[in-house]
């Protein structure tokens, strides 16, 4: 079975243009996840959805970022503008069943530079 | 808040040592996992402790989950260059909230 999907895999680009960032979650969960990871406040969730409506979003930093799903076979991290400070490597999981007990299956990444 | 702080940060040992890292909060938690994470890659689950008390082992990895569900360890026999990685542990709590709570990690390098 194919895991998540995330693309693109690598993402440079220069202050002030929009990024986005796309995921495709395992066939059949129901939970999908955004993380951004960095060396000084390691993983953070950015937001996750149940069924394709969002649940929690306070981990998105501000108004430039946005997420999307409009199925259950896809969504879209979107920022714009970018700033240097958004470089971080943005992670996708996702996960079926009810409670935080359940394994998160990750994908693979995408690295933002933001020059 | 509810908070994870691993300890050590950084590790770096010869290959066939033990070892061991781990996992504290100030806040109980229902579950707590244990992923690891290897360069270029997303971190993957290793093992979910949910009982206080509990210990599970995965071959050479033995898990404990403390007995009032605050704390955590993760203890490596005899370990090898393919333990190299980012130790990551995760808090869960109970009910519909799917939201884990994220430590820092404890970056492994086991040198040959």
């Known amino acids: 079975d194919a895991g998540v999907i995330q693309s693109p895999r690598h993402e440079v680009t220069e202050m002030g243009q929009e990024v986005t960032l796309r995921c495709k979650p395992i066939s059949g969960h129901n939970s999908l996840f955004w993380y951004r990871q960095t060396m000084m406040r390691g993983l953070e969730l950015l937001i996750y959805?149940?069924?394709?409506?969002?649940?929690?979003d306070s981990g998105m930093p501000e108004d430039r970022f946005s997420a999307k799903m409009p199925n259950a076979s896809f969504s879209t991290l979107k920022i714009q503008p970018s700033e240097p400070r958004d470089s971080a490597v943005y992670f996708c999981?996702?996960?079926?069943?009810?409670?935080?007990?359940?394994?998160?299956?990750f994908g693979p990444g995408t690295r933002l530079t933001v020059l | 808040t509810q908070l994870l702080e691993q300890s050590p940060q950084f590790l770096s040992i010869q290959e066939g040592e033990n070892l061991t890292v781990y996992c504290n909060s100030s806040?109980?938690?229902?579950?707590l996992q244990w992923y690891r994470q290897e360069p270029g890659e997303g971190p993957v689950l290793l093992v979910t402790?949910?009982?206080g008390g509990e210990v599970k082992k995965l071959k050479r990895l033995t898990f404990q989950f403390g007995d009032a569900r605050k704390d955590s360890s993760l203890h490596i026999t005899a370990a090898q260059p393919g333990d190299t990685g980012l130790y990551l542990c995760a808090g869960g709590n109970a009910g519909n909230n799917r939201k884990l709570i994220w430590g820092l990690g404890t970056s492994l390098a086991v040198n040959p």
């Open positions: 402790v949910v009982t």
């Open positions: 999981a996702s996960t079926t069943g009810t409670s935080g007990t359940d394994t998160q299956y």
């Open positions: 959805f149940n069924n394709n409506v969002p649940i929690d």
């Open positions: 806040s109980v938690f229902s579950s």
